[in-house]
């Protein structure tokens, strides 16, 4: 019997879902994170020649991997690709195996169609397209520093220094303040700072703040559904310039949103969708990434799942 194997590799985990031909589920195995471009080739491929060996383990006796789609983080670039392509099929020489950035499964899971853009919207933020002839794209996504515009660390952050604003005297009083504090445990806008500028202060936690945000903003506080208004402007320009610089031939082009901005309730999608043009249909991704990477491992393969994918989906959250 046939298995096929769909891998999303982010830079947080790497997830791999084995099904055999029919679409049963055989496993779901979550190792480290595999982005190329935060931990370099040598961590990376170790990452993922420890889940070859759990992939392997995990197959009965009579199964036999066919085809295997990853979906990597940061090999955005042709040669990239086509290294990790090299390096993984002379792990698998019996299979099919192809390798695309990790927002093409995203894309997938989100459509069913191969062809669209992907907004995410997490941490960081990048859109990503890929139109029918295979030409492909990418938008944003250069890191805290000199981008990720509209991201929940953009959000985060400039929710903390809406609260300093207020504070000062040079902006709007603001439910952050008191959702800020309570939630660092402080009692003053100033005793804040040695806490977001501490060392060990990551990106997420600052991206942490964007729920107060959220919530501030459905309390109907000013500043909050500023602070949206402005990642959703960012967020949709993303994709505005997609489709500039990317030609699609269908009328209307599927975009997936997908990301922790973009979760079931979150104000954003309503903003996002309302400021995008009616060349696209907007859908929020109900399926993690690594669905669209079986779905391509299946049709790479030649094959489509049978009875027990429906079944099998149901396991995959």
């Not at 445990?185 to 942490?208: F, H, K, S």
């Amino acid at each position: 019997m046939k298995a096929f194997v769909g891998v999303d590799g982010g830079g947080s985990k790497t997830r791999a879902v084995v099904v055999t031909e029919t679409g049963e589920w055989i496993a779901d195995i979550v190792t480290a994170g595999s982005n190329v471009n935060h931990f370099g080739w040598e961590r990376t491929q170790s990452v993922l020649q420890d889940l070859f060996v759990k992939i392997r383990a995990a197959l009965p006796p009579d199964v036999r991997i066919h085809s295997l789609f990853f979906g990597v983080a940061g090999v955005d670039r042709p040669e990239a690709r086509a290294r990790m392509t090299e390096w993984i099929a002379s792990r698998f020489p019996e299979a099919i195996v192809e390798v695309e950035s990790d927002t093409l499964p995203a894309l997938v899971s989100g459509s069913g169609e191969t062809a669209g853009i992907v907004l995410i919207g997490g941490t960081g933020s990048i859109a990503f397209g890929i139109n029918e002839q295979g030409e492909q794209c990418r938008v944003g996504g250069w890191g805290y520093l000199i981008g990720d515009e509209g991201s929940g660390y953009a959000i985060g952050k400039d929710a903390c220094a809406m609260v300093m604003r207020s504070f000062d005297g040079r902006g709007p009083q603001t439910l952050l303040t008191a959702k800020l504090l309570d939630f660092y445990n402080v009692e003053t806008p100033p005793a804040l700072i040695p806490l977001v500028y501490a060392t060990d202060m990551t990106r997420e936690q600052i991206a942490g703040a964007t729920r107060f945000v959220f919530e501030a903003a459905q309390e109907g506080d000013a500043v909050s559904i500023d602070l949206l208004s402005k990642a959703a402007d960012e967020l949709s320009d993303l994709v505005r310039t997609m489709l500039g610089r990317l030609s699609f031939k269908k009328e209307r082009v599927p975009v997936v949103l997908t990301g922790g901005l973009f979760h079931e309730g979150s104000p954003l999608l309503d903003m996002v969708r309302g400021r995008l043009s009616e060349r696209v249909d907007v859908v929020r991704s109900t399926h993690p990434p690594v669905v669209g990477a079986v779905s391509l491992a299946f049709k790479q393969g030649g094959a489509t799942p049978g009875d027990h994918w429906e079944q099998t989906l149901v396991r995959i959250k």
